[in-house]
């Protein structure tokens, strides 16, 4: 199949993290496996717009990898309390979402914060202008996830007729 660059490039993001990936043949047959075409010169375009290096792994091996990956780039629990705290007015659960209200133009700087929270049962995020909802891997945990939330925000526990 046929990918957009940003498509392809997300996926070899996933594959550097799951994957030694030493050469760029490797990549280009790794991405052949799940059924993506790509040829070596494509591969070694993403890989620059991606900014891949090399590192030395155990064993001397050398293998690709992207120093600035996402998942490596948590962001601590006091600067998800300082982000809630200015800026979420509203939590509530929903389900397996939580909903968390904020300011207008704010609710992108929450779900940035959250995103790279690294918390615990946290799928994903998606942020309107003021309202964004937080994906929980499931619905007991979305109200866990909630407390935790309205906790870090300051907002104290919900009210009964929220429940």
Known sequence: MKLTRNQRQHRIAQ????????SQ????????????EATQTTVSRDLDDLGAVKVRV???ETVYA???????????????RRVLGEWAVEVTPAQNLVVLRTPPGCAH??????DRSALEGVVGTVAGDDTLLVVVAEEP????????????????PARAEED
Do not use: C, K, N, T
Request: hydrophobic share 50%; charged share 15%; aromatic share 2%.
């Open 109 to 114: 700087v929450v779900a940035s914060a959250l």
């Open 141 to 156: 945990s979305a109200r866990q996830l909630a407390e935790r939330l309205r906790s870090f925000a300051g907002l104290g």
């Open 15 to 22: 594959l550097l993290e799951r994957h030694a990936v030493g």
């Open 58 to 60: 155990a064993g001397g």
């Open 25 to 36: 043949g490797q990549l280009v047959e790794l991405l052949a496996a799940e059924g993506v």
């Open 66 to 80: 992207l120093p600035e990956l996402p998942i490596q780039q948590i962001a601590p629990v006091d600067h998800l």
